[in-house]
């Protein structure tokens, strides 16, 4: 238990369907992240929530919307998917302007889109 | 933009032989973290070297920090059954803050009991 808890862990959705990705920490962090995680590539920061705000977004396509509406929940809006898409959805959170701002992940959405 | 690479790619050992991988940032780092993610599993942090030339110990991991700060390896000597899974290397370059790191590709360590 990592104190962020990530829901659902599993989901297979096509390509016209609306979902959506939830995040919770219970570490009183203030900064949540959005991590896409795809076979045989680094990990990739999408979003960046610090204190409720979007600082930032690392050109990611509009068919994918976060929501942050306080700092212990953060949302991932999915619509209209592309099968490239699959991948796991890492969240994570941390603790800025500590010096060591390591991450603590949840444990993941593994997102198939048909 | 800044690159991390990391090698090698994978990584076969014989329990009880010693495991590296290597770090590579094509700019320089202001600190540079080390997370292992077990398989089916989510990353987890290990270290964060700051310092130019830090050597840090965890039992048989071995973290050092190059003097340019532009590269970083991680040791385990004596490998175990339990070390495997994909060790990142995640660097953050100076002024960058929010998290902002870039992690390299892993190293995926297979240890054969």
């Known amino acids: 238990e990592t104190g962020v808890t990530q829901t659902p862990r599993h989901l297979v959705m096509g390509m016209t369907n609306k979902k959506s990705l939830k995040c919770e920490q219970h570490?009183?962090?203030?900064?949540m992240y959005w991590y896409k995680q795809s076979a045989k590539k680094p990990l990739e920061l999408m979003f960046v929530y610090s204190l409720e705000e979007r600082v930032e977004n690392n050109s990611v396509p509009s068919r994918f919307s976060p929501e942050c509406p306080n700092s212990s929940h953060l949302f991932l809006h999915l619509h209209t998917l592309q099968p490239e898409d699959s991948a796991l959805y890492l969240c994570?959170?941390?603790?800025?302007?500590?010096?060591?701002?390591?991450?603590?992940f949840g444990s993941g959405t593994q997102l198939s889109v048909l | 933009g800044q690159q991390v690479m990391q090698i090698p790619q994978y990584q076969h050992v014989q329990e009880g032989e010693d495991f590296t991988t290597y770090c590579n940032s094509s700019t320089t780092l202001s600190n540079i973290q080390w997370y292992k993610q077990r398989p089916g599993g989510h990353p987890v942090f290990l270290i964060q070297l700051v310092k130019s030339g830090e050597v840090k110990k965890q039992k048989r991991l071995t973290f050092q920090f190059g003097e340019a700060k532009k590269n970083s390896s991680l040791h385990i000597t004596a490998t175990q059954t339990t070390d495997v899974g994909t060790y990142f290397c995640a660097g953050r370059a100076g002024g960058t803050s929010y998290g902002k790191l870039t992690f390299g590709q892993g190293t995926i360590l297979t240890v054969h009991p």
């Open positions: 570490l009183g962090h203030n900064a």
């Open positions: 994570a959170s941390s603790q800025t302007g500590t010096g060591s701002e390591k991450l603590f």
